[in-house]
């Protein structure tokens, strides 16, 4: 697991961290587990799978929080189709994935315009017994706009409403968008007038 990313961390063009921000050698998979998401944070995507990699040499197993934060951290860093291999090599490694993961992968797949990969992902989560949440539909929603799929993107903004889900501004804005740019404007106007004015700052009508 994490062949493919280690490979990318090797080849990568980005200048690599100093010596004084790499972590020192970690014995747990805890503290291991902060250092990853501590450096994602901090945008050092490629020290942060570098750390992975030494966990797993050190025999320190991988699971879903360590999992999380190294694709977080490649998310945060717009590397969407590294987030995509990682998740992959996690489902085949027999790794159970969580709601976060879920959530890292759809988003990952909306920063790559990835409408299609971002339903899949949901269609999976959902067979999975997992609960798609605000995140998860914002970021689907958002895919099918860059994909200027607005049937799309309104199906998955009503399905988030029928799941008693509260839409945010994100979401409000990608289903406005994409309905704009489908030259749906009856339909904007009355997502933006009628059923979300509190979204866009507005009184209802």
């Not at 099918?144 to 799941?163: H, I, N, P, V, Y």
Request: net charge positive.
């Amino acid at each position: 697991m994490y062949a493919h990313a280690h490979a990318h961390v090797a080849a990568a063009p980005v200048a690599k961290p100093s010596r004084s921000t790499l972590p020192p050698r970690i014995g747990n998979l805890r503290d291991g587990t902060a250092t990853v998401a501590s450096l994602g944070r901090r945008g050092l995507w490629q020290a942060a799978l570098a750390e992975v990699a030494q966990m797993r040499l050190q025999g320190l197993e991988i699971d879903v929080m360590l999992c999380n934060a190294a694709t977080s951290a490649v998310v945060r860093a717009g590397m969407w189709d590294l987030a995509m291999n990682l998740l992959s090599e996690a489902r085949c490694s027999g790794l159970e994935l969580d709601g976060v993961a879920f959530n890292a992968a759809v988003t990952a797949a909306q920063k790559g315009a990835q409408w299609q990969r971002a339903l899949a992902i949901l269609r999976e989560m959902r067979q999975r017994r997992l609960q798609p949440d605000v995140v998860t539909f914002s970021a689907a929603t958002s895919a099918a706009e860059k994909g200027l799929q607005w049937e799309w993107s309104l199906e998955l903004f009503t399905d988030m409403r029928r799941c008693g889900l509260e839409p945010n501004m994100i979401s409000g804005n990608a289903v406005v968008s994409a309905l704009e740019k489908g030259q749906q404007w009856r339909w904007a106007s009355d997502l933006v007038l009628r059923q979300l004015p509190s979204t866009f700052g507005l009184e209802r009508c």
